[in-house]
């Protein structure tokens, strides 16, 4: 208790003295991660996400120039929502509170049925971090985020079937209260087909094989071989996915069903993954499994000697709280370091067993997806080093969930922005531009406050990143006042969505 109210102050210093409270030295800066790194690679003069001492200034005008692409309601909830997460004060309490949204069975506790508790949540949590109820409130969010800038959205449907905190190595989930599997995984096919209609050139469907429903999970539960009924529906998602040119991801879930899941997404790879270096099946790796790196040179080893390509989404793993700890490193550090060692050795092409390395490196697609400001600012570093040497073997794509590390997806986008300014300079060689996406989940109010509980479990640790991003947000905020008590116009560089 007593070191509660120094933080909350510290708080809202930052809040009302941003600049001030800006002298506090942030934590993560490029510079730290050279310093944490024995990568003599990473140049010295490098992006910094957060201040950091040395490199205050420039950080300063980074962040503001990054920000001015958000509307000020995006903004404005995100601090609102930042002092809640950051604060064990109010987090608890709070977070007490979303899960009653999210779980009780009485109708005025949900949000779907109760109007007046739909007033508050949906515009306050609902509209930050999920995508809309309708196609006409997706297609309205899709739209607003491809004008910040972002290459394009992941789309997902926000039901999940988590298993039992009590039980992590369950055998079976209880068929009774769904009416079958067959009427389930058709409503999942056609969910699916629909979340695709609402996608462009480019985009990603995400998937979670859980939401097919309970008869698949005991499928997956039990490592039984998919059912051909879900072969069938997975090859139309693919078939039209492949017709709008969209990629699919399938996200990584517990370990109690992620050995099948792995199996089953290879069997999708080898099948569809074949177009040429082209992928457009990505498989989910949580750099938080013991095991972690075995399965990546696993599935490099399978993709190379069978002649398919592998692509990759790289996570943390966001199951920490309801999975089996001893398969998890012991300490964030050891999950910080397996997943920045993946992405190194991935990007410079080396150190992965069992194939070629340099130039002979297997072509493979990889997709970095995390709020971690070190990783994503040594990736970045690491591909524009590797770049100028034309050693780069991977370039990777960038992506945040919608409503989290705003700051961090506007900071790369400004990268990209800065390196198309950069190649018009004569003499200048073309950088790579960094292909940033956002990840929108849609679905009911309920179904989404679901999903948000679950994202709120695994972001509780990153409550440090969240409040070194607070002052940026906050001076983005007051510059925004002085400039409308001024009669100023904007000054970002970026493009900014109205609203
Ligand atoms: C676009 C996107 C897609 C995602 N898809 C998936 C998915 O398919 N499957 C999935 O599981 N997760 C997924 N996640 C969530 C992800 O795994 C992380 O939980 C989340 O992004 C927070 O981690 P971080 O990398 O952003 O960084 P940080 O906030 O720096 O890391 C937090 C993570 O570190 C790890 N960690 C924390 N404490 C410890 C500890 N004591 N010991 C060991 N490790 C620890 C945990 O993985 C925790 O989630 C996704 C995230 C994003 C942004």
């Known amino acids: 208790m007593p070191t509660r109210t120094p933080t909350i102050c510290l708080q809202l210093l930052q809040l009302y003295f941003p600049t001030r409270a800006a002298r506090f030295p942030s934590r993560c800066s490029v510079i730290a991660a050279r310093q944490s790194s024995n990568d003599a690679s990473l140049p010295t003069k490098s992006i910094t996400f957060f201040p950091s001492p040395t490199d205050q200034g420039a950080a300063k005008v980074l962040n503001s120039q990054a920000l001015a692409r958000l509307p000020t309601s995006s903004v404005l909830r995100s601090l609102f929502l930042g002092a809640f997460f950051s604060s064990s004060l109010l987090f608890t309490p709070g977070f007490a509170l979303l899960k009653k949204v999210a779980n009780s069975p009485s109708s005025i506790w949900n949000p779907d049925k109760n109007p007046l508790l739909r007033a508050v949540v949906k515009p306050l949590i609902y509209d930050q ?13 899709i739209a607003q985020i491809k004008s910040l800038g972002f290459s394009g959205v992941i789309l997902c449907y926000g039901k999940e079937i988590q298993v039992e905190k009590s039980n992590p190595q369950c055998q079976s989930v209880d068929l009774a209260a769904t009416g079958g599997g067959d009427q389930e995984l058709e409503w999942w096919k056609r ?12 985009d990603y469907l995400g998937i979670k094989m859980t939401g097919c429903g309970k008869s698949i999970t005991n499928d997956l539960l039990q490592g039984k071989a998919a059912p051909p009924s879900f072969t069938a529906a997975m090859d139309a998602i693919v078939q039209r996915a492949i017709s709008q040119n969209c990629r699919i991801w399938i ?5 109690a ?17 074949r177009g040429g270096g082209q992928a457009v099946i990505y498989n ?20 190379h000697a069978e002649g398919w390509t592998l ?3 790289l996570v943390r793993g966001a199951y920490i709280d309801t999975d089996l700890r001893a398969r998890i490193h012991d300490t964030k550090a050891a999950t910080d370091a397996a997943y920045d060692a993946m992405v190194h050795d991935l990007l410079h092409g080396t150190g ?12 493979m697609q990889l997709f970095l997806a995390g709020h971690n400001a070190h990783s994503v600012a040594r990736a970045s570093a690491l591909v524009r080093t590797l770049h100028a040497r034309g050693t780069l073997r991977t370039l990777p794509e960038f992506g945040q969930l919608q409503g989290m590390a705003d700051q961090l997806g506007c900071e790369l986008l400004q990268e990209g922005e800065d390196a198309v300014v950069a190649r018009a ?31 709120a479990v695994e972001n509780r640790g990153a409550t440090g990143a969240v409040k070194d991003g607070m002052p940026a947000l906050a001076r983005e905020l007051r510059r925004r006042g002085v400039d409308a008590l001024m009669g100023r116009r904007r000054r970002g560089r970026g493009r900014r969505m109205s609203g």
Not at 191 to 202: A, W
């Open 352 to 363: 992965i067993r069992g194939v070629p390395t340099g130039p002979g490196f297997p072509s």
């Open 257 to 273: 069903v992620q050995p099948t899941i792995d199996r089953w997404t290879i069997d999708l790879m080898r099948k569809h993954n």
């Open 425 to 455: 300079s004569p003499g200048a060689s073309a950088m790579p531009v960094p292909r940033v996406y956002k990840c929108l989940t849609w679905g009911s109010i309920r179904e989404c406050m679901q999903y948000l509980v679950r994202r």
């Open 251 to 255: 996200d990584s879930e517990q370990q």
């Open 191 to 202: 969910g699916n087909l629909e979340t695709l209609d609402m996608l462009g050139h480019g």
């Open 129 to 141: 971090f999920c995508a809309g109820i309708n196609r006409s409130e997706i297609q309205a969010r």
């Open 311 to 313: 692509a990759i989404k």
């Open 284 to 303: 989910t790796i949580q750099a938080y499994l013991k095991t972690a790196r075995a399965k990546l040179e696993h599935q490099l080893q399978l993709a």
